[in-house]
């Protein structure tokens, strides 16, 4: 026997004396669970780690859109807390208006419970969960990995997980987007309450949400009915820290919310990818917040989850039966493709439009509240009909639209008067708003 075959022996030998998982996910969010339910149905050894217990709270209004609800796993039951069928519109408390449909525009989860059943899902598919499991780092050489076709998964506490693919899930400040090299164009801050609402309150919100554009550039709040709870957030750049706490502070006061107690008051930062960004280093893909993958303009981020997630686990699997680093790096960057062919193709349009929504808020507010094509490509993108991407690929207006916006952004001088954009992007007596003086039905 040669040496070279004694030394390929010596290597399977290693790992095999070890439990080597086909798939590891770090992370058990909506990207995560979607990437181990992916991976666990073509009947791999998927193992599922999570550093909390489940379920937990996070950050996030709760809104499931169309392209989310299209991106679940068969028979899932979403346990919608509404469903909303009205959109009031305000610009910074004032011009108020809302906007009512006949067929549901989206619906409203809490995401402990989401996030449950997601991973029950996963569970239920063959996946192994893991809760109370830190992820130190990863590591695909050294002392630690056994042979070329594995991938070292360290815990806090020192204990080595072995995977033939690592999928990185554990959302905007990943560990598994550092090894990677995720690179960030846009970082938003973003503060909620859960505020607990008397049955009179709770009824007058029943089925309709408030999005309110804000005072900083890019920023907006909002309000999501929840049975007895609102969710109330806003968010702006980063950098704007003291106000965006005063925007939720005021926007709360200006709801006639203040006299009540949040249950819960938390932040959160969201990370928007670069578009020369990563997805992928040798056996390891990113997906979800850790990819910084969401929509840069509204920061939509579930839908995101949940595709990137499902695209993850369809290719790690790939990737786990791949022999060599060169057919692994031709499985990655198939997955990279795919996700900048559909999501990719969003984003770009969601920074164009965020741009423009910068300079221009009370522009997107009268189209929304008072243009019909506007109206009706807002209820087809909630709902999944369409996408930014491809409203903007298949309607001529809406390509002039932002055409026209694009070319006006790039004519403005700094001495004009519209607000310039926040310098934190690194790309490169008012009305009442829960009161709507006018009200129309979809047409």
Same mark, same amino acid.
């Given at each position: 026997?040669?040496?070279?075959? #004694?030394?390929?022996?010596?290597?399977? +030998?290693?790992?095999?004396?070890?439990?080597?998982?086909?798939?590891?996910?770090?992370?058990?969010?909506?990207?995560?669970? #979607?990437?181990? $339910?992916?991976?666990?149905?073509?009947?791999?050894?998927?193992?599922?780690?999570?550093?909390?217990?489940?379920?937990?709270?996070?950050?996030?209004?709760?809104?499931?859109?169309?392209?989310?609800?299209?991106?679940?796993?068969?028979?899932?039951?979403?346990?919608?807390?509404?469903?909303?069928?009205?959109?009031?519109?305000?610009?910074?408390?004032?011009?108020?208006?809302?906007?009512?449909?006949?067929?549901?525009?989206?619906?409203?989860?809490?995401?402990?419970?989401?996030?449950?059943?997601?991973?029950?899902?996963?569970?239920?598919?063959?996946?192994?969960?893991?809760?109370?499991?830190?992820?130190?780092?990863?590591?695909?050489?050294?002392?630690?990995?056994?042979?070329?076709?594995?991938?070292?998964?360290?815990?806090?506490?020192?204990?080595?997980?072995?995977?033939?693919?690592?999928?990185?899930?554990?959302?905007?400040?990943?560990?598994?987007?550092?090894?990677?090299?995720?690179?960030?164009?846009?970082?938003?801050?973003?503060?909620?309450?859960?505020?607990?609402?008397?049955?009179?309150?709770?009824?007058?919100?029943?089925?309709?949400?408030?999005?309110?554009?804000?005072?900083?550039?890019?920023?907006?709040?909002?309000?999501?009915?929840?049975?007895?709870?609102?969710?109330?957030?806003?968010?702006?750049?980063?950098?704007?820290?003291?106000?965006?706490?005063? $925007?939720?502070?005021?926007?709360?006061?200006?709801?006639?919310?203040?006299?009540?107690?949040? #249950?819960?008051?938390?932040?959160?930062?969201?990370?928007?990818?670069?578009?020369?960004?990563?997805?992928?280093?040798?056996?390891?893909?990113?997906?979800?917040?850790? @990819?910084?993958?969401?929509?840069?303009?509204?920061?939509?981020?579930?839908?995101?989850?949940?595709?990137?997630?499902? &695209?993850?686990?369809?290719?790690?699997?790939?990737?786990?039966?791949?022999?060599?680093?060169?057919?692994?790096?031709?499985?990655?960057?198939? $997955?990279?493709?795919?996700?900048?062919?559909?999501?990719?193709?969003?984003?770009?349009?969601?920074?164009?439009?965020?741009? @423009?929504?910068?300079?221009?808020?009370?522009?997107?507010?009268?189209? &929304?509240?008072?243009?019909?094509?506007?109206?009706?490509?807002?209820?087809?993108?909630?709902?999944?009909?369409?996408?930014?991407?491809? &409203?903007?690929?298949?309607?001529?207006?809406?390509?002039?639209?932002?055409?026209?916006?694009?070319?006006?952004?790039?004519?403005?001088?700094?001495?004009?008067?519209?607000? +310039?954009?926040?310098?934190?992007?690194?790309?490169?007596?008012?009305?009442?708003?829960?009161?709507?003086?006018?009200?129309?039905?979809?047409?």
């Amino acid at each position: 026997m040669s040496s070279e075959n #004694s030394s390929a022996d010596d290597e399977n +030998s290693s790992a095999d004396a070890r439990q080597v998982w086909d798939v590891v996910v770090v992370g058990a969010g909506p990207a995560g669970a #979607s990437a181990a $339910y992916a991976a666990a149905v073509t009947g791999r050894r998927v193992l599922l780690l999570e550093k909390a217990e489940l379920p937990r709270y996070k950050t996030c209004g709760g809104g499931i859109i169309g392209p989310s609800r299209d991106a679940l796993p068969p028979g899932f039951e979403l346990p919608f807390r509404d469903r909303v069928h009205a959109v009031t519109f305000s610009n910074n408390g004032r011009f108020t208006r809302t906007r009512r449909s006949r067929q549901m525009l989206f619906g409203l989860i809490n995401r402990p419970e989401f996030d449950q059943q997601l991973v029950e899902h996963a569970q239920k598919a063959g996946a192994e969960l893991r809760t109370g499991a830190t992820v130190q780092r990863v590591e695909q050489h050294g002392s630690s990995v056994p042979d070329r076709r594995s991938v070292a998964v360290v815990l806090q506490g020192g204990e080595t997980l072995l995977a033939r693919a690592v999928v990185g899930a554990d959302g905007s400040a990943s560990r598994i987007g550092a090894h990677v090299g995720v690179k960030l164009d846009q970082v938003d801050l973003g503060l909620e309450a859960e505020i607990p609402v008397p049955d009179t309150v709770a009824e007058d919100w029943k089925g309709r949400v408030l999005i309110d554009w804000g005072p900083m550039p890019g920023s907006y709040g909002w309000v999501f009915p929840k049975g007895d709870t609102l969710t109330v957030g806003v968010i702006s750049a980063r950098g704007e820290g003291a106000a965006t706490k005063r $925007y939720l502070e005021d926007f709360i006061g200006r709801l006639g919310l203040a006299g009540f107690e949040p #249950s819960i008051s938390s932040g959160h930062l969201t990370r928007c990818r670069a578009d020369d960004s990563p997805l992928s280093r040798g056996r390891v893909l990113v997906c979800g917040d850790a @990819a910084g993958l969401l929509e840069p303009w509204t920061r939509e981020g579930i839908s995101f989850a949940l595709r990137s997630g499902r &695209l993850a686990g369809e290719w790690a699997v790939r990737i786990s039966e791949a022999h060599d680093a060169v057919d692994a790096r031709r499985q990655a960057l198939n $997955y990279a493709f795919a996700v900048k062919a559909g999501l990719g193709v969003e984003m770009s349009v969601g920074k164009r439009m965020l741009a @423009a929504f910068e300079r221009r808020p009370g522009l997107f507010h009268a189209a &929304l509240t008072g243009v019909r094509p506007a109206w009706r490509a807002f209820t087809d993108i909630t709902r999944g009909r369409t996408t930014l991407g491809e &409203l903007v690929r298949s309607h001529p207006m809406a390509q002039r639209a932002l055409t026209a916006m694009d070319r006006r952004q790039k004519a403005a001088s700094p001495s004009t008067q519209q607000p +310039s954009p926040s310098p934190s992007r690194s790309r490169s007596s008012s009305q009442p708003a829960a009161e709507s003086p006018a009200e129309e039905g979809e047409s």
